[in-house]
């Protein structure tokens, strides 16, 4: 595998499930990001990991939960979301020069 | 106050003929920008990047940055229907911890 890869593809969740998602990254970067897209907005940013510590949490509500094991991996913890948390949710890294590559996202449902 | 602007259009362009991006930004102390594609259901693509005034070609891609006027374009030459996607215009913003800021995006449309 190359670049940044995101499991699962798809998901669609009820109010009270707890799923996971994955990301992983094999472009030897330090940094890993967490972003929202919603139609007809720009892309949020949710959390930022530099070398597995977390430096940026934009007020992202708490039923998102990050989790930064290594460099290389990322997870987004989600439980109890709401239909309007449905959206594309893309995973990003960077190393030294500051260019983002994005993985290819999870569409997610919360019906 | 919006950090990164960009007209949303549809902008539609023949095959063969330039289309022209533009984007404003409103920190004056951003020193890093990009340009990214996005085709309908896929992730952003980085296509192009650029840090210093004047113009940066890759292939039929060029960005033109000019900071005074906070302003950074992406000119496609010799467009093609493979070109049709949304593009999207990121800045780097040095006081929030060089936490990127994108725009809506341009959605671009090259008619055969």
């Known amino acids: 595998e190359t670049g940044v890869t995101q499991t699962p593809r798809h998901l669609v969740m009820g109010m009270t499930n707890k799923k996971s998602l994955k990301c992983e990254q094999h472009l030897g970067h330090n940094a890993m990001y967490w972003y929202k897209q919603s139609a007809k907005k720009p892309l949020e940013l949710m959390f930022v990991y530099n070398f597995k510590e977390q430096t940026e949490n934009n007020s992202v509500p708490s039923r998102f939960s990050p989790e930064c094991p290594n460099s290389s991996h990322l997870f987004l913890h989600l439980h109890t979301l709401q239909p309007e948390d449905s959206a594309l949710y893309l995973c990003a890294s960077s190393g030294t020069i500051n260019e983002q590559f994005f993985g290819p996202g999870t569409r997610l449902t919360v019906l | 106050q919006k950090e990164v602007e960009q007209n949303s259009g549809p902008l539609s362009v023949p095959e063969g003929a330039i289309a022209s991006l533009n984007c404003t930004y409103s920190?004056?102390?951003?020193?890093?920008f990009f340009w990214y594609r996005q085709y309908s259901g896929k992730s952003p693509e980085l296509i192009m990047s650029?840090?210093?005034?004047g113009d940066k070609e890759d292939g039929r891609f060029t960005a033109q940055l000019n900071k005074a006027s906070q302003y950074v374009s992406l000119l496609i030459r010799d467009s093609q229907p493979s070109d049709s996607a949304t593009y999207l215009c990121a800045v780097i913003v040095p006081d929030t911890g060089n936490q990127f800021y994108f725009g809506t995006g341009t959605s671009l449309t090259v008619i055969p």
């Open positions: 650029i840090y210093s005034n």
């Open positions: 920190d004056r102390v951003s020193q890093s």
